[in-house]
């Protein structure tokens, strides 16, 4: 079996012609943590729920599990977390490359009084019982993979040791893997061609993940991540008045990705901005307030914003309650001065 130092040492070896890490990587990891089965997968969050951008298993019985993983996956509604756990996209920091069992995830509440959501997924897996070893391995908040084993003993301290030892090789294996996987789209660069844009860029992948960002980016999901993602789902959708333009980036072999950057604000824009402060207006009210600025038509407005006239009349019925304006002129009109 290789040894921990030997395992380290290939991590840290890629060829380009190889396989991806996981396919060797599991076998000799759940050798050395004497697991029943060794995992790996990265969860993506879709408009109606979740999915799994890649999933590997090994072990007896591995393809059933994997099978069955995928299909409870498939079957979670949407939400902010993935399995009750943390949103993989911006990784509570408690968790990032931290190895966990079973019973330190339950000792330290990680679940809260969400355990039942492991009870119904280990049941669904017929490992209910079992404990399970795991690392999410990070970059900064995102996560690359979640990496662990399963087995119907409880994992030792000398096990926890390992997967530990392996956290920091794993995590610089993914990063270049990820990377390498488009090399054409995420090389540095196109990483240096966003630093030179003054708004916020994005390069949006598969799952919706941002896989670059600028500094101006970068500080823009740090105020509001959600906001700015809802923005750019909402370019997409409603290019003609969108924040974002958004460009399709397609290279032979690879996934389609997408180019965000923000539009220059204009006055209009600016003026909302003062008027969301002075209202105090929600994020979805001040696009209301400036789609309305532009003459747009409450139909109009509710097929930019994905909703229904009613709702966006009751958008219009509190921006006239919090700006005291009795009509839309009047409305632009204290929106102006």
């Given at each position: 079996m290789t040894s921990l130092a030997e395992l380290k040492?290939?991590?840290s070896q890629f060829t380009p012609s190889g396989s991806p890490f996981a396919t060797w990587f599991l076998p000799e990891l759940r050798g050395l943590l004497n697991a029943q089965f060794a995992g790996a997968y990265s969860p993506a969050a879709r408009e109606d729920g979740w999915a799994l951008e890649f999933m590997h298993g090994t072990g007896e019985g591995s393809e059933n599990y994997v099978r069955r993983f995928r299909e409870y996956v498939a079957g979670l509604p949407a939400s902010e977390t993935f399995l009750a756990l943390s949103n993989p996209h911006l990784v509570q920091?408690?968790?990032?490359?931290?190895?966990f069992s079973l019973s330190d995830i339950v000792t330290a509440k990680v679940l809260g009084d969400r355990d039942e959501v492991f009870h119904s997924l280990f049941?669904?897996?017929?490992?209910?019982g079992h404990d399970q070893l795991r690392v999410l391995i990070c970059d900064g908040p995102g996560q690359l993979a979640w990496v662990g084993a399963t087995r119907e003993e409880p994992f030792t301290e000398r096990e926890k040791t390992i997967l530990r030892t392996l956290r920091r090789p794993l995590r610089e294996r993914l990063r270049l893997e990820r990377r390498l996987a488009s090399p054409t789209l995420l090389s540095a660069t196109l990483d240096a061609a966003l630093e030179h844009l003054p708004s916020p860029a994005f390069l949006i992948g598969p799952g919706f993940r941002v896989e670059l960002a600028n500094r101006a980016g970068h500080s823009a999901l740090e105020r509001d991540r959600k906001s700015v993602l809802a923005a750019i789902r909402e370019s997409v959708y409603a290019p003609d008045a969108s924040t974002y333009s958004i460009t399709e980036v397609v290279a032979t072999g690879s996934s389609s990705y997408l180019l965000a950057v923000q539009r220059e604000r204009n006055h209009v824009a600016e003026l909302v901005l003062v008027a969301k402060?002075?209202?105090g207006l929600t994020a979805r009210q001040a696009r209301v307030l400036e789609l309305v600025a532009t003459g747009a038509s409450n139909k109009e407005i509710a097929a930019v914003l994905g909703s229904s006239e009613a709702t966006i009349e009751n958008h219009?019925?509190?921006?006239?309650r919090r700006s005291g304006a009795r009509s839309r002129a009047g409305l632009v009109g204290l929106l102006i001065t």
């Open positions: 040492r290939a991590l920091v408690e968790q990032r490359n931290r190895v049941r669904n897996l017929g490992i209910l402060v002075r209202w219009l019925t509190e921006l006239f």
